[in-house]
């Protein structure tokens, strides 16, 4: 049997509440505000809608609703005792709430559930319920660590894979210019099969530095590496062969915004296409050139850098990169 609860029977709803909130497992950094809910229910016996399940003269469940909106009702809480469940107590109790509530015009029925009530929400799925919008959490302090951002040094250089310098340094005096830098650049090498180009200018703008290999790999016909770190915090590598990118990387795929799952996947390091252009181990370079959500799960960017550049055949050299030995 169902039936609406009187004043009277508040200490019965308030017995059958506690032992609802004693089941669930509530996040830890939530305040217990169960005695603030009661006093709600206790205004609202005779107002609102609460509900008590009997069998056979035992009281074996609850339900506490409301109208929230002009269209809307909120079913605030729904307790079956153990040993009445499986046996449709639920069921009774919600299709009695909603029998009051479309008498007073409600059209839609809202519940929350816990995420960690896996059997309670497999329940109101099969009642037809869908999700309308997740709840989330995170602790402040992993936040601050996640999202913070400490500005450091933007910086990076181009490596062509060639002994002919000379034909690098020629690239280098056509692109410039049209890239609008003449100032402060230097062509190295070659030396382990990279001749190495540093411009005070462009290692210090991640897309200028992209258009130098990008121009660098169609006038020289071969394969190029522009490589850099940003803000002290992103290592992102382009890999050209010929003009075309054939392979990108970012340590932090989605560190300046959130990206499509399928870009975050294209920005990690293809082992096998850098180890048929540069040589690099596949294996190193799946150790290494790791990405993640934040630069704080990864070592520093500097670090990073240093490494990623001698699985491929380069190293650090201030701020630049000159090839290894």
Known sequence: MIRHATAEDFPLVRELFLEFMEELEDAPHRDDDTEEDL??????????IVLIAEQDGVPSGLAVAEKAGKLVGYL???????????????????????????????????LDVLATNTEARAIYERW???????????????????????????????????????????????????????????????????????????????????????????????????????EGAVVRYTLFDRGGAVDEYASVP???????????????????????????????VREVARTAVSPADLPPATELIESIAGVLGVAEAGHGWVPSE
Do not use: C, M
């Open 254 to 284: 989605e560190y300046r915004s959130p990206l499509p799952p399928g870009d975050v996947v294209a920005l990690g390091a293809n082992p096998t296409v850098l180890a048929r252009l540069t040589g690099a181990d596949p294996a190193r």
């Open 128 to 230: 037809g319920f869908a999700p309308v919008q997740y709840n989330l959490y995170a602790p402040i302090t992993a936040l601050e660590q996640r999202l913070g951002r400490t500005v450091g040094p933007t910086f990076g250089s181009v490596h062509v894979q060639t002994d002919d310098a000379g034909a690098v340094e020629r690239g280098v005096s056509k692109a410039l210019p049209r890239l609008g830098r003449s100032a402060g650049t230097s062509v190295t090498g070659p030396r382990n099969g990279w001749v190495a180009v540093h411009d005070d200018l462009i290692d210090r703008e991640p897309k200028a530095l992209h258009a130098l290999g990008k121009e660098l790999s169609y006038t020289v016909g071969g394969v190029v590496l522009a490589i850099g770190v940003e």
């Open 76 to 110: 605030g809480s729904l307790y079956v005792r153990p040993a009445a469940r499986g046996t449709g107590v639920a069921a009774e109790l919600v299709r009695e709430v909603v029998t009051a509530l479309a008498a007073q015009g409600v059209e839609v029925l809202e």
């Open 39 to 48: 006093g709600k229910i206790e205004k609202g016996i005779g107002k609102n």
